[in-house]
């Protein structure tokens, strides 16, 4: 795994002043950025805080282990090692996430990302970004992955819905804005303007959606965002909030978990 020093350059110009001590690493090419992580803490090389970007995954995977597509030269795939206050619920730590990436990429590129409750960043209707929480005894590793250039012929079929910012931006400076906002929010990951800002750039509220509920389909009309993270929804039977499981949208599935 060959480190790039340009490009750590550019993350510590991206995470900026009072993060020094952070250490932060850029590679060409990993098999996942989370599993470097785990794989590291869990042999007591690293501790939190820690950054590491990468140009390419070749085992990049989201949720239910899904494949993360991560050519080279197009995209961001970061990951964080945090160590929040135990008492933080670990749903908080996607929502901060997802909250920092559309501020970071907002204040770089001028582009308004929307928020797929609860681990999903769209732009113009397609997904430009993911976001993976794992939870090790060592911390929180947190991974995320941006679309930043679509990537020549396209994405590939199994990419579905996929899009990219498409807008100049330096990827790696990118990754340093992103992590110095997430590293800020550890400390507090239940601040109620990190949440406010979630709602309102979350773009269920007011859908119906369809879910599966003790082996049963059900719908219900999305009403909100609990103060834990959870989605608030009202149906027939009543108001509740939904944690895990998988709704759909349409004919558009949506998985949802707020920590792996």
Same mark, same amino acid.
Do not use: H
């Given at each position: 795994?060959? &480190? ?10 991206g995470? +900026?002043e +009072? !993060? ?10 990993? /098999?996942s ?7 590291w803490a %869990? ?11 990468? @140009?390419?995954?070749? $085992?990049?995977?989201? %949720?239910?282990?899904?494949?993360? =597509? ?6 961001l795939?970061m ?5 929040p206050?135990?008492?933080? @619920?670990?749903?908080?730590?996607t929502?901060?996430? $997802?909250?920092?990436?559309?501020? $970071?990429?907002?204040?770089?590129? +001028?582009l308004? #990302? ?5 681990? @999903?960043? !769209?732009?113009?209707g397609?997904?430009? &970004? ?18 930043? #250039? ?9 990419a ?9 931006v @330096? ?11 997430v590293?800020?929010? $550890? ?21 119906t ?6 082996? #049963?389909q ?9 103060d /834990? ?12 909030? #939904?944690?895990?499981?998988? =709704? ?13």
């Amino acid at each position: 795994m060959r &480190c790039v020093t340009g490009w750590e350059k550019a993350m510590r110009e991206g995470l +900026g002043e +009072g !993060f020094s001590p952070v250490p932060v690493q850029a590679l060409g090419q990993v /098999d996942s950025t989370n599993l470097r992580l785990k794989e590291w803490a %869990r042999a007591g090389e690293i501790r939190a805080p820690y950054v590491l970007a990468a @140009d390419s995954q070749t $085992a990049g995977r989201g %949720r239910l282990g899904r494949t993360f =597509v991560s050519p080279p030269g197009t995209g961001l795939y970061m990951s964080v090692l945090l160590c929040p206050p135990e008492s933080t @619920d670990p749903g908080l730590v996607t929502i901060l996430a $997802a909250v920092s990436v559309c501020r $970071a990429v907002e204040e770089e590129t +001028g582009l308004r #990302l929307q928020i797929k409750w609860v681990n @999903d960043l !769209f732009l113009r209707g397609k997904k430009v &970004c993911g976001i993976l929480a794992e939870k090790i005894s060592e911390g929180i590793v947190l991974g995320i992955g941006v679309n930043i #250039l679509t990537p020549p012929g396209g994405f590939p079929e199994a990419a579905g819905n996929a899009g990219a910012l498409d807008r100049p931006v @330096d990827r790696f400076r990118l990754s340093g804005a992103i992590a110095r906002k997430v590293l800020l929010g $550890a400390k507090n990951p239940g601040d109620p303007a990190v949440l406010a800002y979630y709602r309102a750039r979350m773009f269920l509220l007011g859908q119906t959606i369809s879910f599966t509920e003790d082996g #049963l389909q059900k719908s219900a009309r999305v009403t909100g965002v609990s103060d /834990d993270g959870g989605l608030v929804v009202e149906g027939t039977d009543g108001q509740k909030v #939904l944690r895990t499981g998988e =709704v759909s949208i349409g004919s558009r599935q949506v998985s949802f978990s707020r920590l792996e």
